[in-house]
């Protein structure tokens, strides 16, 4: 199979997730916020590959491959400081390398798995969010260049099941946390833990009462394997998340007590379109997938803090131990 996006944080775990369920993994990456030490397990296995590029240009590395049967597109910044740093180059990814997606799965009859976000639901106006909620996004906001790529992607793969006939999912993927997220991606887990560990302030965007619901990357990581291989599901579009909703003072107030430090906040301004309310309905996963979260908040955040405490290569024997 062919894995956009290998050396990110979730790109990494499907990579060594598939490759221990037997498949071969062809990796691809331009390393913009991934890390080619996440792929430190992959790398040493006999059924991996990496290359590096950039999935926005044309995909010429794609002749000398064996033909894939499956294509999964994870490539494209995730968190707000990452896209907001690089916006143009978030909206190609997702744009141009969804159709070149589109295009190789045409080619070699491969099924196309494209990971969406709950961002396509922007600030939602419906709560919580099942995938009938057609969203409240502003298109020219600051976070406009990740959700509208998302929803374009969306439409394009659609479209492409409609009028080709290609086999292609949609994975909705809701706030996902573990280890080898990066400490500095200015995401709201590795910023709070970071925070703690160093025995500083969290601080809080807004007044902190708006919601999340996190899901560990274990969870996320079988749930998006199902999808993949369920048979009979072309344009399937599908939330994978926790609905176990917090508000991100909770979030706060939980990390310090397990980091064993005394709660200290400090206030920052809202960013612009910061949705205030954000809660999966998964009701379809369980029934076409039989599948739901199985690992508490609590649970995760402690993995993840043990990961962030040490080296990323002793918090994946404890990821390992759920
Ligand atoms: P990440 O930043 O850790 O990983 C993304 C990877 O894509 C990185 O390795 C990066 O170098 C690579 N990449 C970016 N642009 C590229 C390009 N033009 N060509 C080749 N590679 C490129 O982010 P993540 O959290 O692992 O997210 C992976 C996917 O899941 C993204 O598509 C994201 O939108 C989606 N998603 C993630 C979350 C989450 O909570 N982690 C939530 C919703 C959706
Ligand atoms: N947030 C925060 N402090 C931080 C980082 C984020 O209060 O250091 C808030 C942010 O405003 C948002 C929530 O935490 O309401 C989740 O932010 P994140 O960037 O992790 O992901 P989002 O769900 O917004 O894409």
């Given at each position: 199979?062919?894995?956009?996006?290998?050396?990110?944080?979730?790109?990494?775990?499907?990579?060594?997730?598939?490759?221990?369920?037997?498949?071969?993994?062809?990796?691809?990456?331009?390393?913009?916020?991934?890390?080619?030490?996440?792929?430190?397990?992959?790398?040493?296995?006999?059924?991996?590959?990496?290359?590096?590029?950039?999935?926005?240009?044309?995909?010429?590395?794609?002749?000398?491959?064996?033909?894939?049967?499956?294509?999964?597109?994870?490539?494209?910044?995730?968190?707000?400081?990452?896209?907001?740093?690089?916006?143009?180059?978030?909206?190609?990814?997702?744009?141009?390398?969804?159709?070149?997606?589109?295009?190789?799965?045409?080619?070699?009859?491969?099924?196309?798995?494209?990971?969406?976000?709950?961002?396509?639901?922007?600030?939602?106006?419906?709560?919580?969010?099942?995938?009938?909620?057609?969203?409240?996004?502003?298109?020219?906001?600051?976070?406009?260049?990740?959700?509208?790529?998302?929803?374009?992607?969306?439409?394009?793969?659609?479209?492409?099941?409609?009028?080709?006939?290609?086999?292609?999912?949609?994975?909705?993927?809701?706030?996902?946390?573990?280890?080898?997220?990066?400490p500095?991606?200015?995401?709201?887990?590795p910023n709070?833990c970071m925070a703690?560990l160093?025995?500083?302030?969290?601080?809080?965007?807004?007044?902190?009462?708006?919601?999340?619901?996190?899901?560990?990357?274990?969870?996320?990581?079988?749930?998006?394997?199902?999808?993949?291989?369920?048979?009979?599901?072309?344009?399937?579009?599908?939330?994978?998340?926790?609905?176990?909703?917090?508000?991100?003072?909770?979030?706060?107030?939980?990390?310090?007590?397990?980091?064993?430090?005394?709660?200290?906040?400090?206030?920052?301004?809202?960013?612009?379109?910061?949705?205030?309310?954000?809660?999966?309905?998964?009701?379809?996963?369980?029934?076409?997938?039989?599948?739901?979260?199985?690992?508490?908040?609590?649970?995760?955040?402690?993995?993840?803090?043990?990961?962030f405490?040490?080296?990323?290569?002793?918090?994946?024997?404890?990821?390992?131990?759920?």
């Amino acid at each position: 199979m062919v894995l956009c996006g290998a050396a990110g944080f979730l790109g990494s775990h499907l990579a060594d997730r598939l490759l221990a369920d037997g498949d071969r993994v062809t990796g691809i990456d331009n390393l913009a916020t991934g890390s080619r030490a996440n792929l430190a397990t992959a790398d040493n296995h006999p059924h991996f590959r990496f290359i590096e590029a950039d999935v926005s240009l044309p995909w010429t590395w794609a002749r000398d491959l064996d033909t894939p049967d499956l294509i999964a597109h994870f490539a494209s910044p995730a968190s707000p400081v990452d896209y907001g740093r690089e916006p143009l180059a978030t909206m190609a990814v997702n744009a141009l390398g969804a159709m070149h997606g589109v295009e190789l799965a045409r080619a070699t009859g491969a099924r196309l798995l494209f990971a969406s976000t709950s961002e396509v639901y922007g600030d939602p106006l419906e709560h919580p969010q099942p995938e009938t909620y057609w969203g409240n996004v502003n298109p020219t906001g600051e976070r406009a260049c990740y959700d509208e790529s998302k929803r374009y992607a969306e439409a394009y793969v659609t479209s492409a099941v409609r009028k080709l006939g290609i086999d292609a999912r949609i994975v909705r993927i809701f706030n996902t946390y573990g280890p080898r997220m990066q400490p500095g991606d200015g995401r709201v887990i590795p910023n709070f833990c970071m925070a703690a560990l160093r025995g500083e302030p969290l601080v809080i965007y807004g007044d902190g009462r708006q919601t999340r619901s996190f899901c560990y990357i274990t969870d996320l990581i079988e749930g998006v394997v199902r999808l993949a291989k369920a048979q009979a599901r072309s344009g399937s579009v599908v939330n994978i998340g926790n609905p176990d909703e917090f508000t991100i003072i909770d979030l706060a107030a939980i990390i310090a007590q397990i980091a064993g430090v005394p709660l200290k906040v400090v206030k920052a301004e809202l960013p612009p379109d910061d949705p205030a309310r954000r809660r999966p309905t998964i009701d379809l996963a369980r029934s076409l997938l039989d599948w739901e979260p199985k690992v508490a908040l609590r649970d995760g955040l402690v993995l993840t803090l043990e990961y962030f405490r040490g080296a990323a290569g002793a918090s994946d024997v404890l990821a390992s131990r759920i």
